[in-house]
């Protein structure tokens, strides 16, 4: 049987003017977007450390972390290749990733598709293997609400050459 391993993965970030709202790589609004050092990117973000918890190899703040100049304004798709590349160094890969978006606007159904694909590409796995959730707060506010963003994300990763390890 293939070893495997789980993670979860969560981010939040509050909405300002003058951002782009981009997950996944895809931009769905760009007048008002989530604030942030790097592109503010939640779901890229959440998944990041959702792959890194499979991995047992910490979370997103260790390996990039936000007062560190080199990841100003990088995108989050950006960081979540680089993670599936210390992924690949520790001889896992990606399997699957199951994630929900919390956020009252924009609405995520028109983007699914696209951002699914952003997802799939940066991971390296075929699209069966993303699912993305659009979910609203229904007026009850809660941490993310209308003036906010939030990320969940499950990621299941596997060894990479197949080989069983003691690892
Ligand atoms: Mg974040």
Same mark, same amino acid.
């Given at each position: 049987m293939m070893k495997s391993r789980v993670g979860i993965?969560?981010?939040?970030?509050?909405?300002?003017?003058?951002?782009?709202?981009?997950?996944?790589?895809?931009? %769905?609004? $760009?007048? #008002?977007?989530p604030a942030g050092h790097s592109d503010g990117d939640p779901l890229a973000h959440?998944?990041?450390?959702?792959?890194?918890?499979?991995a047992a190899l910490g979370d997103i703040g260790m390996h990039f972390p936000d007062d560190d100049p080199r990841w100003k304004g990088a995108p989050g798709v950006d960081l979540l290749e680089r993670t599936v590349?210390?992924?690949a160094a520790m001889g896992w890969a990606p399997l699957q990733v199951d994630a929900v978006?919390?956020?009252?606007?924009?609405? %995520?159904? $028109?983007? #699914?598709?696209?951002?699914r694909n952003g997802l799939a590409g940066a991971l390296g796995v075929p699209?069966?293997?993303?699912?993305?959730?659009?979910?609203?707060?229904?007026?009850?506010?809660?941490?993310?609400?209308?003036?906010g963003v939030e990320c969940h994300a499950v990621a299941m990763?596997?060894?990479?050459?197949?080989?069983?390890?003691d690892r």
């Open positions: 993965g969560w981010d939040v970030h509050p909405l300002v003017d003058g951002r782009p709202f981009v997950l996944a790589g895809v931009v %769905l609004d $760009p007048t #008002r977007g959440a998944v990041v450390d959702a792959l890194l918890g499979a590349a210390i992924l978006v919390i956020c009252d606007r924009p609405k %995520l159904a $028109p983007f #699914r598709e696209e951002v699209l069966s293997a993303v699912n993305v959730k659009g979910k609203r707060s229904e007026g009850l506010g809660g941490l993310a609400g209308a003036a990763i596997g060894v990479l050459d197949n080989r069983e390890s």
